[in-house]
């Protein structure tokens, strides 16, 4: 097998819908630059994801320079959306965790309530320094995260996609197989790794970035839709279930914490620190 090098990178500039494959990007403390600043809350201002509106997966945001987004979806106009001025912020629910967030112009609130069907807002979180923290109970002091669901990144492996995606073609629902890589959001995909190697990776470097391997990601119904269609199927949950149930949850891939800033290219080698 050849030595393990980083193979793409995922940026989702809005959580819940598709993001862009960028060949290099800078790691913050919070991720990648520009990763999940945005997000979608209801009227009661909890988020909102794929978990309760699959159509989000049709809808497109490109990162702008200056943090602004670019919105397509099927059947509406792209929209640009400028980062809101962070003079009046407001709290919002992400997950257990109220953070204070700027709503954007109502234009980006009726362009997705139209696509959607719903009453619902965009909001930006201006600071992740100081705005999240890590989930306490696999967080070292200080750790922070941008709207992503508990972690700065998460990293997927191809050589265990194929694993699964031969566990799922020898299961109850072959025909829903294989999956592609886009079903479970990764910021960080590598290569040329032995299947579920990661499992064992307690810290890891790729290029000139060192990151802490938090946990195993347990994985949702998100990894159930297929992100060209927005169709929910049952793979991949039902195999996970017979197969990579750790600690009650149904998990691929892993979560990171990264332990310095610095640039990440497609091709650099990914090494095993512990």
Known sequence: MANPVLSSLHVYPVKAVQGHAPDEASVEPWGLAGDRRWMLVDHT?????????????????????????????????????????ASARTPVQVWRDEVKAVAADEGAAAWFGAFLGIDV????????????????RYAREGET?????????????????????????????????????????PNLVVADTPAWAEDGWTRIAIGEVAFRVAKPCGR??????????????????????RHRRIDGQLVFGQNLVPEATGTLRIGDPLTVLG
């Open 45 to 85: 201002a909890k988020m909102i994801t794929q978990r309760q509106q699959a159509r989000l997966a049709l809808v497109h945001a490109a990162l702008l320079p200056d943090g602004a987004v670019r919105l397509s979806a099927p059947g509406q106009h792209p929209l640009t959306v400028p980062v809101p001025a």
């Open 220 to 241: 949702c119904a998100v990894t159930t839709t297929d992100q060209s269609t927005a169709v929910r199927g049952k793979e991949p949950l039902r195999t996970l279930a």
């Open 145 to 185: 995260v941008s709207f992503a669901d508990g972690y700065p990144l998460l990293l997927t492996s191809l050589s265990s996609l194929d694993a699964l995606n031969a566990l799922i073609s020898r299961g109850d629902h072959p025909e829903e197989g294989p999956l592609p890589m886009n079903r479970f959001r």
């Open 121 to 136: 807002r965009l909001v930006h979180m201006p600071d992740p320094e100081v705005s999240r923290p890590v989930d306490a």
